[in-house]
Every structure is written in C-alpha cells, then in structure tokens.
C-alpha cells in the first residue's frame, strides 16, 4: 500500500476499497439543483431539454448548469430551508454508510452540487457524525458582486474546476486508479454530472432509469443498474468480503 498524501486522503486508514459517489439523485431520492430549478427556476421542461443538449447535442454541462442555477433568484439561505424540507436520502444509505464506517471503506462524495447545500443536507439527513467523516468535493457558492449570497439574485455558482464539466469528477478519482497497489474503487451516479467519472472506477453503479444508464449503454461503459443503496450494500460487502469479484458483479441493465 502506498503511504497516504494530502492529495489522497481516502488511503489515510488504508481500505480495502473506497466508495466515491455523486450526491444528487443518487444518496437523495430527489436532485438538489433540479429540485431548485423545477420550483424556483425556469421549470422543468427547459431543464429536461437542457439535459438534452448535454446527452444528446455535446452542450458542456457546465454551460447548461450555469443557466439552470442562473435562474434561481431566491436567497440562498432560503434555499437551503426549502431544500431540507423537500429532499429526502435513499432510504438504505444510512445503513449502508453506517456499514461503509465500521469496515473501513470510505466514503467520497464527488459532487457538482454546491458544498454549503450538501454539508446542510447531509447533516440534515444522515446526521452531524456521519457526515463529518465523508469527504466532499465538490462546486461552492459566492456572492455575485456587490451582494451577499442571502440577498435576492445574490448567490452565483463558484466552479470547482475549469473542465466543461464545471466539476470534473475524474480528476479525483485518477490519482488512486494510477496507484500500482491500491483498494478496490466503486462509483455511484445517476446523471450527467457523473459522465467524467463514468469509466475511471472498477465498478459504476448507476441508478435505473436515469441518464447515467444511458449515456453507459451508449457509450458502451461497464456498470451495474441499482434503485436503491440495499442494491449497492450488497455487492460492495460481498466484493469486500471477497465473495465475487467486480467484473462478475458488473452486470448492466438485469
Ligand atoms: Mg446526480
């Protein structure tokens, strides 16, 4: 095992795996962002066409998440509050990061959501002690000039990176998949923000019915279908425990 560096902090209690995931649509039931363009921005149907253009016609996801948030207008504070009213976790992932802490496998989360959101949700829904031993990587938010993020039209997104991706999720990920003796690497999404990090794990899970699935069938990326985090329970504790390998619980669609 190579010893652990600041720029590798999952290896730090050298695991036999780490567990990186998206945030968004894929711990919670309903996607932070969307959530917020849906009810408080410009609506669904210029969402699903700008996620169109992303999937379909090569529009930089970046570009197309900028006009989504651009069109929330509400203080960020109040955002927040809707939020943690509206958004629910999957129902299995705490039991599944209750799993992740007690056999060192830990937990990555890789997001192109907003880290103030995130750390709220996440301690909103799985609790303060829980959440403060996963480590977030993610966009952040600012002020637009002159504002403060609390004031109406106040809050911009702040990119983590200067990729099309805004958050390119590979760039993480690559460091420990370049290790020569090194844990077993998962990854969980369900949306277009995860397609740079699609093809970078030893096995993708990827939530049924959601972009992430099809943007793999098209692009013909190894991955398993998961609905919910008691899928994914299972075939990372029988991986772990060394009861199958990756290649055979990378099954596609069944
Ligand atoms: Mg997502």
Redesign the pocket.
Known sequence: MAAATPSLPALRTKPKAIFFT?????ITLQ?SNDWMTDNLGFGVELRKQNNKEVLFDGRPFRDAFQDMLDSVTKPFDECIQLLLQNVQLDPAFKEFASWCRANNVPIVVLSGGMQPVIRALLAHLVGEEEAAVMQIVSNDVKARPGKSINDENGWDIEYHDDSSFGHDKSLEIRPYAALSDRPVMFYA???V??FSAAKETDLLFAKAGRDLVTYCETENVPFTVFHDFSNIHKIVADVVEGKITVQQAATGSK
């Open positions: 998206d945030f968004d649509g894929t996607d999404g369900d949306g923000s995860d």
